[in-house]
């Protein structure tokens, strides 16, 4: 059990390896200078060159930032407790990298998670959505649902027209907002894509997951809001994601349980259950892989809480590579986008604006700033305000 405040953080890392509370204090004293200066200089810039970062203070700050220093190499130099190495690399596992090439650089997200805390909109994510399309409709933005572009019309090099399946909407500029590979290789012709598909074939994507939504008869016992099983080997699991990939021979998993703090989300005396296990991209998949897994980890879960689950299970949905293909054209079913590799990172990332079409964006987890859900609406703020300079020059 990790523990939300911070004394009884250290505390927790002292029992398993005594002395290591100042370890992690200096860990997370480091990782906090990265968020700040991530944060200030480099998670909001566009990313058109690598002459946004010629400033004196930002090349000043590279070394402090560990961007050629591996997080496995930056973790293990100050911890030797194999469970406490696994608490701080996991996060990374979802970046789309092993901790081994990832860089150091993104040990703030640590601290983003143990000192700035884990943040849930009471009713759910969807409540995100929902504060998003009520302020959007404050400022009389028209949302058309149920319209799925099937082309973006593109005569002398400007984005004119969007064709739906049943309509055609007039624009003066588009932006993208699915996913960037699918925009570019089924909405626009071959002589307007910035980048061919053999560019997407050697972008390094981050995970896909393989998810469990199940909702259960019953209270369960021993489960927290958010859930980390580390009774396998992690080090296996990640080469099964990136090295090697292919469906993991012994996974780790991760369980979420809104409805210990969210009463909402269940009905009284129920349980809302989220599984996650991270896999490879463009795997093949189907119901019988999943009817394995499922067993798989809902064995593990039952002998870790000591109680039967499966027999109280009234509601289960999967979701697996086919389905985030299908409902959002993502490339190679992957859930996280673009890797956050040294060498995909910043400006080395496909550009927010169009290079072959000058009045269209692009926004998400395929560009600037990276994958995740806060990074991909900052996206959208960037390329608002890049939206604003081209207008009003």
């Not at 701080?88 to 601290?111: C, D, I, K, Q, R």
């Not at 082309?151 to 400007?158: A, D, E, I, L, T």
């Not at 394995?292 to 039967?308: A, P, S």
Request: with cysteine; hydrophobic share 40%; glycine share 6%.
């Amino acid at each position: 059990e990790v523990p939300a405040k911070m004394e009884e953080l250290y505390a927790m890392f002292d029992r398993y390896e005594p002395g290591s509370a100042k370890n992690l204090k200096k860990f997370l004293d480091e990782a906090q200078y990265k968020y700040k200066v991530g944060m200030a200089d480099f998670v909001h810039k566009p990313g058109h060159s690598i002459l946004e970062f010629a400033d004196l203070r930002v090349l000043s700050s590279l070394f402090r930032l560990q961007m050629f220093t591996s997080m496995a190499r930056h973790v293990r130099k100050l911890f030797k407790n194999e469970q406490l190495i696994q608490l701080l690399e996991f996060p990374v596992l979802f970046l789309g990298a092993t901790p081994e090439n990832t860089p150091a650089l993104y040990s703030l997200m640590n601290y983003a998670d143990m000192a700035l805390g884990t943040w849930y909109p009471m009713g759910g994510m969807h409540k995100i959505i929902e504060g998003m399309v009520s302020l959007a409709e404050e400022l009389d933005v028209e949302i058309r649902l149920n319209q799925e572009v099937k082309q973006v019309h593109v005569p002398n090099g400007r984005a004119t027209k969007v064709i739906t399946q049943d309509s055609e909407y007039e624009a003066d500029v588009v932006v993208g907002g699915a996913d960037y590979h699918h925009v570019e290789q089924h909405l626009l012709a071959p002589e307007h894509r910035t980048y061919n598909q053999q560019y997407w074939d050697k972008r390094t994507m981050a995970p896909s997951s393989l998810l469990f939504y199940l909702g259960v008869d019953k209270k369960l016992e021993g489960l927290h809001h958010h859930n980390l099983f580390f009774d396998a080997d992690f080090g296996r699991h990640a080469v099964e994601i990136y090295d090697q990939p292919q469906w993991p021979s012994d996974p780790l998993f991760y369980v979420c349980a809104p409805s210990v703090t969210d009463p909402s989300v269940a009905p009284e005396g129920k349980e809302n259950l989220f599984i996650l296990i991270p896999l490879a991209p463009g795997l093949e998949d189907s119901e019988a892989q999943r009817e394995k897994y499922y067993d798989i980890v809902m064995g593990r879960l039952e002998t870790l809480t000591g109680q039967n689950i499966r027999e109280h299970v009234v509601f289960k949905r999967s979701f697996a590579h086919a389905d985030f293909e299908r409902d959002y054209h993502a490339y190679k079913g992957n859930a996280y986008g673009l890797a956050n590799t040294l060498m995909q990172t910043a400006f080395l990332k496909p550009k927010l604006r169009s290079k072959k079409v000058n009045n269209l964006y692009y926004t998400g987890q395929l560009t600037t700033p990276g994958p995740g859900v806060p990074p991909s609406l900052i996206s959208g703020q960037v390329v608002a305000e890049e939206i604003f300079k081209a207008i009003h020059p």
